[in-house]
Every structure is written in structure tokens, then in C-alpha cells.
């Protein structure tokens, strides 16, 4: 039962346009949403979350979105670099318990 | 560097032996939790400390699998008689506190190759 779904299993931006990597849930338990961003070899590193009683939270070039009604949220990236290729994870949670992730999603920004 | 460590970067064994690994979490974060990470998938949910209780299992964890998390420091996960599809990144996470607004913070993972 994927309760966490990213349906893109990859996305191709160019340099200095928006990305947008979205991602779909299935139990209206979870409350907190995350966003992780993963090189090959390395763990996950974190990238901005937000909580359910929010729709919007901006940090630098990075804003989450939540559309609880559709239990969408969506990552935009803008401008786009290349250093921001890498593999995108959503992660979802009911209060203080485990993250469940989505399958990820491979950006890549091209030149 | 997220201040979680894990031992050993990669490990290669063969089918059959047993494997430990070795996280050491931030140091003042109370909640650790290990994953396990497939090729083309997303981290999956093994099993969750809390200090030095064992909370949570998943059914993903067979019995060949175990965790100690002893002095709610450095836990320890082994694998006993490995087999081909253990070959995995297992990845280890500290959280900390019980907040529902915080996040978890992974290591660089243990890279395992069952031969």
C-alpha cells in the first residue's frame, strides 16, 4: 500500500526556469510533510517541510505547497541551478511517528 | 554533514554471514530510526528507538533482523544470515524530541552487497 506516491519518476528543467516535482498521499492522517533531497551514495538530506495546518512555506529558492482537499502537495524550485540535480524524496507523517517516502523523483537542471 | 554517522560506508559479504552496522545519532536527538533503500525506490520504514526502547517494527523486519539501541546512544543493527536480497542502503535517522514539527536528519548510510 504506497500511501506516498511521486508519479514522475523523472524530471528534465532548464537552467534558471521553475521545477516542479509533485507529490500525491492517501491518508488524511498525515500532518507533516517533508521534502528531502538525495546526491547518489549519500542520505537524504532535508530541504523544507510543512505542516498540515499550512498551505504555503517559502524557504530561499524553495516553496512547498499542500492542497489538503486533493492531498497534493508540490515542491517548486526557481530559478533552477544545476546543482540542483539530484533525486527528490516527499516523506509524510502522523505526529511524532515514522516517515513514510514516496519513490523519488530524478531532476535534472540542464546547462 | 548532518552530524548522524554511520558505519561502515560499504560493506560486501557473502550470503549466509552475519552483518552489524553502527550509527552514532546527534547527540542530544532521542528518536532514532533505521530505513532501508532499494534501487529506484524510496527509503522504507524498519524500525524506531526512542531513547532505548524499541517502539516499532516493521513487518519489512524478519527475524533475522535485529536492532539495540543500548543507553539511548549508538544503536546497532544486524543481519543474521544474509541473503541476496538484503543487498540494500540501510540509512539511519535522528529526530529530535517529540515534536510534531521537526525533521529527521540521515546519515550517509551503509551501503550492503550480499555476494
Known amino acids: 500500500d504506497q500511501q506516498v506516491k511521486q508519479n514522475s519518476p523523472s524530471l528534465s528543467v532548464q537552467e534558471g526556469r521553475i521545477s516542479i516535482l509533485n507529490c500525491d498521499y492517501t491518508?488524511?492522517?498525515?500532518?507533516?510533510f517533508l521534502w528531502y533531497k538525495k546526491y547518489p551514495a549519500e542520505g537524504p538530506t532535508f530541504l523544507i517541510s510543512?505542516?498540515?495546518?499550512?498551505d504555503k512555506n517559502e524557504d530561499g529558492r524553495f516553496t512547498v505547497f499542500l492542497n489538503k482537499s486533493a492531498k497534493h502537495l508540490s515542491l517548486h524550485i526557481v530559478p533552477s541551478q544545476p546543482g540542483d540535480s539530484a533525486v527528490y524524496f516527499c516523506?509524510?507523517?502522523?505526529?511524532?511517528?515514522?516517515?513514510?517516502f514516496g519513490q523519488g523523483t530524478r531532476l535534472t537542471i540542464n546547462p | 554533514d548532518t552530524g548522524v554517522s554511520q558505519n561502515p560506508r560499504h560493506k560486501i559479504t557473502k550470503r549466509g554471514q552475519n552483518v552489524t552496522f553502527r550509527c552514532d545519532p546527534i547527540s542530544e536527538h532521542n528518536r532514532l530510526y533505521w530505513y532501508r533503500q532499494t534501487l529506484g525506490q524510496g527509503p522504507e520504514f524498519l524500525t524506531y528507538?526512542?531513547?532505548?526502547?524499541?517502539?516499532?517494527k516493521s513487518r519489512l523486519l524478519s527475524d533475522r533482523f535485529s536492532a539495540e539501541r543500548p543507553k539511548g546512544s549508538f544503536s546497532t543493527l544486524e543481519i543474521q544470515r544474509t541473503e541476496q536480497g538484503d543487498s540494500a542502503m540501510y540509512l539511519c535517522?535522528?529526530?529530535?524530541?517529540?515534536?510534531?514539527?521537526?525533521?529527521?536528519?540521515f546519515g550517509q548510510g551503509t551501503r550492503l552487497t550480499v555476494v
Open positions: 516523506a509524510a507523517r502522523r505526529g511524532a511517528q515514522k516517515l513514510v
Open positions: 535517522a535522528s529526530v529530535r524530541g517529540v515534536g510534531v514539527d521537526t525533521e529527521a536528519f
Open positions: 528507538f526512542q531513547n532505548e526502547a524499541q517502539l516499532e
Open positions: 491518508n488524511s492522517m498525515f500532518d507533516y
Open positions: 510543512i505542516s498540515s495546518i499550512k
